[in-house]
């Protein structure tokens, strides 16, 4: 395990240089853990690539800031934690206040009740 931390932090130091394939090899490291915790997370299939993509596109900006090398997954996983919910966020914002779906008006018949169990 220390050993994978050492490479991990050795990409990192080269990906700040300007390394590409360095950084293209973190992210082949790391891809399957981030989709996974964002699924978790939003529970969407369709939203967690997105994601992930977003993930590592703003670690990418940002590795220079990362002041220490070993602590790149708690990092990139806050990274993940944070997109997510600026996504619920975002959602949040685009959904009028009253939208709560109501499928009836006032409260069924009992008799639309028993047929819509029986089926």
């Known amino acids: 395990m220390i050993l994978r931390a050492v490479e991990d932090a050795d990409?990192?130091?080269?990906?700040?240089r300007g390394d590409v394939e360095?950084?293209?090899?973190?992210?082949?490291?790391?891809?399957?853990?981030?989709?996974?915790?964002?699924?978790r997370i939003v529970v969407?299939?369709?939203?967690?690539?997105?994601?992930?993509?977003?993930?590592?596109?703003?670690?990418?900006?940002?590795l220079r800031k990362l002041d220490d090398p070993a602590r790149?997954?708690?990092?990139l996983y806050r990274i993940a934690h944070n997109e997510a919910y600026s996504l619920f966020r975002k959602r949040r914002k685009a959904r009028p206040r009253n939208s709560s779906p109501k499928p009836w008006k006032e409260k069924p018949p009992r008799a639309a009740m028993r047929s819509s169990r029986s089926n």
């Open 22 to 39: 360095a950084y293209n090899l973190l992210i082949s490291r790391w891809e399957r853990r981030v989709y996974n915790y964002l699924l």
């Open 44 to 62: 969407n299939r369709e939203d967690a690539p997105d994601l992930s993509q977003d993930v590592f596109l703003k670690a990418y900006q940002n």
């Open 72 to 75: 790149f997954a708690p990092w």
């Open 11 to 16: 990409l990192i130091r080269n990906a700040c």
